[in-house]
């Protein structure tokens, strides 16, 4: 929606109609690093065969299983 190369509104202008943070509008997301997507993985993986835990049990059962679950 915002277009940088405006000669009527800067950036700044353009991002306070939007009602937009101008830091939000140059903010390139980084990607997931590989452990991350590995995690995911396992978490989905164990969702598709317990979809009936709750919050807690697939961390148990990340960390009995020897995967580290943060850092």
Same mark, same amino acid.
Not at 47 to 67: C, D, H, I, S, Y
């Given at each position: 929606?915002?277009?940088?190369?405006?000669?009527?509104?800067?950036?700044?202008?353009?991002?306070? =109609?939007?009602?937009?943070?101008?830091?939000? $509008?140059?903010?390139? %997301?980084?990607?997931?690093?590989? #452990?991350? +997507?590995? =995690?995911?993985?396992?978490?989905?993986?164990? $969702?598709?065969?317990? %979809?009936?835990?709750?919050?807690? #049990?697939? +961390?148990?059962?990340?960390?009995?299983?020897?995967?580290?679950?943060?850092?």
């Amino acid at each position: 929606m915002i277009e940088p190369n405006n000669s009527i509104l800067s950036i700044g202008q353009q991002c306070r =109609l939007l009602s937009i943070s101008r830091s939000s $509008f140059y903010y390139k %997301p980084k990607g997931e690093t590989e #452990q991350n +997507l590995s =995690l995911m993985r396992r978490i989905d993986e164990q $969702f598709l065969e317990t %979809p009936f835990f709750g919050v807690r #049990q697939p +961390l148990g059962t990340l960390l009995r299983n020897a995967l580290p679950a943060s850092g």
